[in-house]
């Protein structure tokens, strides 16, 4: 015995499906590459300004894998970081040893040189705390938007 099922709309629902993958995936990288922006601006907001090196570094970029999942970075990117050799270098310690330091890092949590501490000037952290709940409830809001376009079959 042979049974038959019959679906119909079924190729309505894949069109619908697509459309609706497609959406999300354009919608969410819209947003996240506005916040990736916003964030990177708090950052260069916050950063310490000595020769303007470091407020030129930082900058966002957003990437799209094969598998569809957008991501994001806001700040020293590893171009930005390729711009400015001076960021990384060695200091001779005064037992005679190297340390190796990155400028950004040591302006974010501070150094010791000499035996005498010097207390960073946190920008990458404070700016993410500033803009954390922010971002996550606008790409909530973006997916919910999105997914509340298609109508009931």
């Known amino acids: 015995m042979i ?3 019959k679906i119909d709309g079924f190729t309505d629902l894949l069109q619908k499906t697509k459309k609706l993958s497609q959406d999300l995936q354009d919608e969410t990288r819209t947003v996240i590459t506005t916040e990736a922006q916003n964030l990177a ?3 260069k907001f916050r950063a310490p300004r000595d020769e303007g090196n470091l407020v030129e570094a930082i900058e966002s970029k957003v990437w799209k894998l094969k598998t569809g999942v957008v991501g994001a970075v806001a700040g020293i990117t590893h171009e930005a970081f390729m711009r400015h050799p001076e960021f990384k270098g060695r200091i001779k310690r005064p037992h ?4 190796d330091y990155y400028y ?3 302006q974010e949590y501070g150094w ?3 035996g005498k501490h010097y207390p960073g000037h946190p920008y990458i952290r404070p700016s993410w705390d500033e803009r954390k709940l922010i971002i996550q409830s606008r790409i909530r809001y973006t997916l919910k938007r999105v997914i ?3 109508k009931p079959i």
């Open 112 to 114: 010791t040189a000499f």
């Open 148 to 150: 509340e376009t298609v």
């Open 104 to 106: 950004p890092a040591s």
């Open 41 to 43: 601006s708090r950052m």
């Open 3 to 5: 049974g038959q099922i």
């Open 96 to 99: 005679g040893k190297h340390k």
